[in-house]
């Protein structure tokens, strides 16, 4: 059975950083897509970041320039680096891998995709102005 569990979120003032983790257990495949999505009050979920089972990633362009994915292969940790943060930023933030490898839109993983099979219960991020 997969599980998925975040950690690293909190609070911050504007400007801040912060670093969430993604525990991955019991995944049969080795290196699969996964991704951070995130959640405001009111709004859809979104994709922030998703990085593929070759290390190739792609980003909301609303964080561009600020935020990191990264994963550690050897036990399938996930990784958010996420520097300069806005009060926009604030949301619940989830972890999501899926069976196997990312869909590819024009050569790249997709950011619209939302069939993933396997989710965190999500890590809190709030940015103060």
């Known amino acids: 059975q997969v599980q998925l569990a975040e950690s690293g979120g909190g609070s911050v003032q504007a400007g801040g950083s912060l670093r969430l983790s993604c525990a991955s257990s019991g995944h049969p495949y080795r290196s699969p897509c996964m991704a951070w999505f995130r959640q405001a009050p009111g709004k859809e979920r979104e994709a922030v970041a998703v990085i593929d089972s070759d290390g190739s990633t792609n980003y909301a362009d609303s964080v561009k320039g600020r935020f990191t994915i990264s994963k550690d292969n050897a036990d399938n940790t996930l990784y958010l680096e996420m520097n300069g943060l806005t009060p926009e930023d604030s949301a619940m933030y989830y972890c999501?891998?899926?069976?196997?490898?990312?869909?590819?839109?024009?050569?790249?993983?997709?950011?619209?995709?939302?069939?993933?099979?396997?989710w965190g219960q999500g890590t809190q991020v709030t940015v103060s102005s």
């Open positions: 999501a891998a899926d069976r196997w490898a990312c869909t590819l839109i024009s050569g790249s993983p997709s950011m619209v995709y939302l069939g993933y099979a396997y």
